[in-house]
C-alpha cells in the first residue's frame, strides 16, 4: 500500500517562508515523478510544481516560479517543497501526489486526474 504524507504547514506573514516535505512510501519505483498541486477556497487545484526521478526535470506554475524551490529529499521518492516570499495569495491547502509514471513533462499540470496517489494535505496560509 502506497502512503503519501505532508507536513511542515502552517502559519506565515506575507513575505515569510515556509518549507513543506512530502514522504512516499511503499512505492518501489525509480522512475516516477512526484510533486505538488494546492487548492484554495472556491477555486479548482492547480498545479505547483513537480519533480522527475528519472531525469531530474523540474517543472513550476508560472505563478510560483522564482519563489519556490523543489529539491528531492534524502530518502527514495521523498521531495522538498521550499516556499520564499510568501503571498495572501499563495493560501491553500497544498496536496504532495505521485504514481508509478514519469508524469513531470512539459503537460504536467493537466494529469491530476489520473494520479494514483495523493496526501491528505498541508494548510498554508500567509496573513499578516
Known amino acids: 500500500e502506497v502512503q503519501v504524507v505532508e507536513s511542515g504547514g502552517g502559519l506565515v506573514s506575507p513575505g515569510g517562508s515556509l518549507t513543506l516535505s512530502c514522504a512516499a512510501a511503499?512505492?518501489?519505483?525509480?522512475?516516477?515523478?512526484i510533486g505538488w498541486f494546492r487548492q484554495a477556497p472556491g477555486k479548482e487545484r492547480e498545479g505547483v510544481s513537480c519533480?522527475?526521478?528519472?531525469?531530474?526535470?523540474?517543472r513550476y506554475a508560472e505563478t510560483v516560479k522564482g519563489r519556490f524551490i523543489v529539491a528531492r529529499g534524502n530518502a527514495k521518492n521523498t521531495v522538498n517543497l521550499q516556499m520564499n516570499n510568501l503571498k495572501p495569495e499563495d493560501t491553500a491547502k497544498y496536496y504532495c501526489?505521485?504514481?508509478?509514471?514519469?508524469?513531470?513533462?512539459?503537460?504536467?499540470?493537466?494529469?491530476?486526474?489520473?494520479?494514483?496517489?495523493w496526501g491528505q494535505g498541508a494548510q498554508v496560509t500567509v496573513s499578516s
Open positions: 501526489t505521485t504514481d508509478e509514471a514519469d508524469w513531470c513533462g512539459a503537460q504536467w499540470y493537466r494529469v491530476q486526474e489520473y494520479l494514483k496517489y
Open positions: 511503499g512505492l518501489n519505483v525509480d522512475d516516477n515523478s
Open positions: 519533480y522527475s526521478n528519472k531525469d531530474g526535470a523540474i
